[in-house]
C-alpha cells in the first residue's frame, strides 16, 4: 500500500501526520524506551554507558520516527524515506556499539580504533540530525559552532579559521577525529552528565508527570484551585496562579503548562474583566513559576543536584521559600489589578465544591504524597520516581476495582464479565498511552542534553570556560551587578533558541566558574541564579515563548501579551538578585537572620507590585512610588541599616496608601 492511501492520523502536540504503521512503531519503540527506564531505575541498575547508551539510541530512534526529516507538512517520500533509515541506522549504531564492545574500548584505555572513530563520527552526526528535528535548528547550530571552533586552531582541521578568532579564544586547535571520539568514547561529552541526569532522574519524572497527565490531574488541580480561591476578587486570575504552581512542579514546559491550564483559565479570566493581554500574561508568569518550583522544577532540581554534588532533597528544600516569593508576587499583581478594576469573584454556583473535588480527585494526592515522603527518606530519586509511578498505576487500579465492586452496585448497575473484560482493556489502554506519552515528553529534553554534553565537552577540551571567566571580568570590571546582567542577557539570547535545561548547562558551563571563583559567589547560590535566569526566554520580549503560548489562547497580540508576562514574572529578575546578595536564605545561617531576610524580601516584592501598578489600598503618588523603588535597593543591599532604612520608607508608604484609602472610604459614604 503506498504512503499516501495508507490511513493517518495527526500526532499529539504537533501537526505531523504520520501513517498508521509509523504510529505503531512510535508507539512500540515508547512503550519499550519507557519500560527499559523503569526497569533500570527501580529494579536492575545498569552501568553508567550501557544505561545512558541504550537511552539515547532509542530516545533518537523515537525522534526520527516522530519528525520527518523534511517536516510534517508533507509525505515523507522516497528521499525521505531514505535519509530516515539512515539516521535511524546510525541511532542504533549510536548505542548498540558502545553495548557491544564496551569493555575492550575500556581496555584500549585512549587508545581508540579506526572504527572507534568512526562510530564516534557517525554518532556525532546522528545525534545532532536528531537534535536539529526534536529541539530545533538552533541547538544543533550552537552544537556545529562548538565542534567547528574546537578544530579551529594552529593544530587543528581549521587552523585557517583560528586566524578570525580574538586572542583570548584562540587554542591548539583538534582533528575531527580528535573531536568525535572525545565526543563519544570520553566521560565528558555526549553520554556526559547532562545526558547521565536526563537518563537516570529526568525521564522517570517525566514519565510520572504524564501519568498523572492522562489519568486527569491537571483538571483536578484546575478544580482544587478554582475552590479556594474562585470567589475572591479576581478568583481565576488567582487559580491560574495556584494552578500553574501544582501543574507546573510535574511539568517540564512553561508552554506546556500554559497550554494545559490556560485553556481553562486564561476564558475565565477574559469573562471576569481582565484585558485578553493580562490574562495572558499572567497565565504565562504564573507557568513559567512552575519551573522553579519544587519538587521537580522542570528538570532542573536533578541538575543543580549533580552539578554541585548536594543531595537533591536539600535542592528541594532550598528552593521552596524562593519559589513562594515568586509566586507570592504575581499573586498579587493579579489581586491589585482586581482591585484597581473593580472586579469581583465568581458565583458560587459557578465553582466547583472542594468536598467533591478532593472526593472526586483524592487518588491523585496519595503518588505526591509517597514521592514527599520517600524523598524524605533519603531514597535515590531515580527509586523514588520508579515508586511513584507504581503507586500512581497501582491507586488507578485500586479506583476502578472499588468502582465496579462497590460504587456500581449501589448504583444499581450490574457488573459483568463482558464490563470486567472492557474495564481491563481501558485500563491497559490507559497503561500504554501513559508510557508512550512519557517517552514522547522526554525526546526534546534528552536530546538537548545530549547536545549540551558536545557543548560541554567542547568547553573542557578547549579551556573556553575559563576564557569566559577572563572576559567577564573585562567587560563587568569587577561589578558584581553588571556581571549579573551580563549572564542574564546571555540567557536571553541562549533562550530565544534553547530549551531552558539547555540554557542552563550551556551558561553554568561557561559562566559558573567566574560567578564562584571570581566574584565569590556561594556555588549553590550560582547554579540558582543562572537556572532562575535561563527561565527568561519564557516571559522577555521579542522572543517571550510562553507569553506567544497565553496570547493565542486569549486572542490578544503576541508582542503586548508578552510585555504583560514580563511586567507579572519580575520576581523572575529580583530575587536571584537578593539570592546573591543575601546568600542566607539559600545557603544558611543564623535562624533570626534567614527569617528576617525572608520577610524583607517578601515585603520588598509586594511593595514593588504595588508601586509597579501604582495602586495598593489606594493609587499611589508618585513620590509614594519613587520612594519604594529606593527602598528596594536598600532593602537588597547588604546592609543591616541600609535594610531597615528600606523596610521603614515601605512600611511608612504602604501605611499612608492604607490611611488614603480609608479618608477616600469615609468622604464616599
Known amino acids: 500500500m503506498s504512503e499516501?492511501?495508507?490511513p493517518s492520523v495527526v500526532m499529539p502536540g504537533g501537526n505531523v501526520v504520520q501513517p498508521r504503521a509509523v504510529l505503531w512503531c512510535?508507539?512500540?519503540?515508547?512503550?519499550?524506551?519507557?519500560?527499559?527506564?523503569?526497569?533500570?531505575?527501580?529494579?536492575?541498575?545498569?552501568?553508567?554507558?550501557?544505561?545512558?547508551?541504550?537511552?539515547l539510541a532509542l530516545i533518537m530512534m523515537l525522534a526520527f520516527l516522530m519528525f520527518p526529516v523534511f517536516g510534517g507538512g508533507r509525505p515523507r517520500g522516497i528521499v525521505g524515506w531514505g535519509l530516515d533509515a539512515v539516521f535511524f541506522t546510525g541511532a542504533l549504531i549510536t548505542g548498540g556499539y558502545l553495548v557491544l564492545y564496551l569493555d575492550e574500548i575500556i581496555n584500549r584505555a585512549g587508545f581508540w580504533s579506526q572504527t572507534d572513530i568512526t562510530v564516534a563520527c557517525i554518532a556525532t552526526v546522528t545525534v545532532l540530525e536528531a537534535s536539529r528535528r526534536a529541539v530545533g535548528l538552533s541547538m544543533t547550530l550552537i552544537g556545529l559552532i562548538a565542534i567547528l571552533y574546537a578544530m579551529a586552531g594552529p593544530r587543528g582541521d581549521l587552523a585557517w579559521l583560528g586566524e578570525w578568532l580574538p586572542g583570548i579564544l584562540g587554542h591548539r586547535g583538534y582533528s575531527f577525529d580528535r573531536i568525535a571520539g572525545q565526543l563519544y568514547l570520553g566521560q565528558e561529552g555526549i553520554f556526559g552528565l547532562p545526558l547521565g541526569v536526563a537518563a537516570t532522574y529526568i525521564f522517570i519524572f517525566v514519565l510520572f508527570g504524564?501519568?498523572?497527565?492522562?489519568?486527569?490531574?491537571?483538571?483536578?488541580?484546575?478544580?482544587?484551585?478554582?475552590?479556594?480561591?474562585?470567589?475572591?476578587?479576581?478568583g481565576p486570575a488567582k487559580a491560574a496562579v495556584l494552578a500553574s504552581a501544582g501543574m507546573g512542579s510535574i511539568s517540564g514546559s512553561a508552554i506546556a503548562n500554559v497550554v494545559t491550564t490556560g485553556a481553562f483559565t486564561i476564558p475565565l479570566m477574559k469573562r471576569l474583566g481582565y484585558k485578553p493581554k493580562q490574562a495572558g500574561g499572567i497565565e504565562a508568569a504564573a507557568s513559567t513559576g512552575g519551573q522553579i518550583m519544587p519538587p521537580l522544577m522542570g528538570a532542573g532540581a536533578f541538575l543543580i543536584a549533580e552539578y554541585t554534588n548536594t543531595p537533591y532533597l536539600e535542592i528541594v528544600k532550598i528552593s521552596i521559600l524562593p519559589a513562594i516569593m515568586y509566586f507570592a508576587t504575581v499573586y498579587l499583581f493579579v489581586h491589585i489589578i482586581a482591585l484597581k478594576q473593580g472586579m469581583q469573584g465568581m458565583a458560587r454556583s459557578e465553582l466547583p465544591q472542594m468536598r467533591q473535588v478532593m472526593k472526586d480527585g483524592w487518588h491523585f494526592l496519595l503518588p505526591l504524597g509517597v514521592l514527599v515522603w520517600l524523598l524524605a527518606m533519603s531514597m535515590s530519586p531515580s527509586r523514588v520516581g520508579f515508586y511513584a509511578v507504581v503507586t500512581m498505576v497501582a491507586v488507578a487500579v485500586l479506583r476502578y476495582v472499588l468502582w465496579f465492586f462497590f460504587v456500581a452496585p449501589r448504583q444499581g448497575e450490574t457488573v459483568t464479565a463482558h464490563s470486567i473484560k472492557e474495564m481491563a482493556a481501558a485500563g491497559f489502554k490507559k497503561l500504554v498511552e501513559g508510557l508512550?506519552?512519557?517517552?514522547?515528553?522526554?525526546?526534546?529534553?534528552?536530546?538537548?542534553?545530549?547536545?549540551?554534553?558536545i557543548i560541554v565537552g567542547i568547553v573542557g577540551l578547549t579551556g573556553l570556560g575559563l576564557k569566559f571567566s577572563s572576559m567577564m571580568m573585562a567587560f563587568s570590571g569587577g561589578n558584581i551587578v553588571l556581571a549579573?546582567?551580563?549572564?542574564?542577557?546571555?540567557?536571553?539570547?541562549?533562550?530565544?533558541g534553547l530549551p531552558v535545561t539547555a540554557s542552563y548547562i550551556v551558561l553554568i558551563v561557561l559562566v559558573g566558574p567566574a560567578l564562584t571563583t571570581e566574584f565569590g559567589i556561594p556555588l549553590l547560590v550560582a547554579h540558582l541564579v543562572v537556572f532562575w535566569y535561563s527561565q527568561d526566554s519564557n516571559v522577555t520580549p521579542p522572543i517571550a515563548l510562553a507569553g506567544f503560548a497565553g496570547a493565542a489562547i486569549a486572542g490578544s497580540k503576541p508582542m503586548e501579551t508578552s510585555f504583560q508576562s514580563w511586567k507579572f514574572a519580575k520576581g523572575l529578575y529580583l530575587i536571584p538578585l537578593f539570592m546573591v546578595?543575601?546568600?542566607?536564605?539559600?545557603?544558611?545561617?543564623?535562624?533570626?537572620?534567614?527569617i528576617w531576610n525572608a520577610v524583607i524580601a517578601l515585603l520588598a516584592l509586594c511593595a514593588f507590585a504595588a508601586a509597579l501598578e501604582g495602586y495598593l489600598f489606594t493609587r499611589m503618588g508618585w513620590l509614594s512610588r519613587v520612594a519604594i523603588a529606593c527602598a528596594i535597593v536598600g532593602v537588597f543591599y547588604p546592609n543591616l541599616m541600609a535594610e531597615v532604612a528600606g523596610v521603614v520608607v515601605m512600611s511608612v508608604a504602604i501605611v499612608a496608601n492604607w490611611l488614603a484609602s480609608r479618608r477616600e472610604s469615609t468622604v464616599a459614604a
Open 484 to 496: 549579573l546582567i551580563m549572564v542574564l542577557l546571555a540567557s536571553l539570547v541562549l533562550g530565544m
Open 4 to 6: 499516501s492511501k495508507q
Open 581 to 594: 546578595f543575601n546568600p542566607e536564605i539559600i545557603v544558611g545561617g543564623p535562624v533570626p537572620l534567614v
Open 210 to 234: 504524564a501519568f498523572l497527565e492522562s489519568t486527569g490531574a491537571g483538571k483536578f488541580f484546575i478544580d482544587m484551585a478554582y475552590a479556594a480561591t474562585g470567589r475572591q476578587r479576581g
Open 436 to 453: 508512550e506519552l512519557g517517552a514522547r515528553n522526554a525526546v526534546a529534553v534528552s536530546m538537548a542534553c545530549a547536545v549540551a554534553g
Open 26 to 55: 512510535i508507539t512500540i519503540v515508547a512503550v519499550g524506551l519507557s519500560l527499559f527506564q523503569l526497569y533500570s531505575a527501580g529494579i536492575q541498575p545498569l552501568g553508567l554507558f550501557y544505561q545512558r547508551s541504550i537511552h
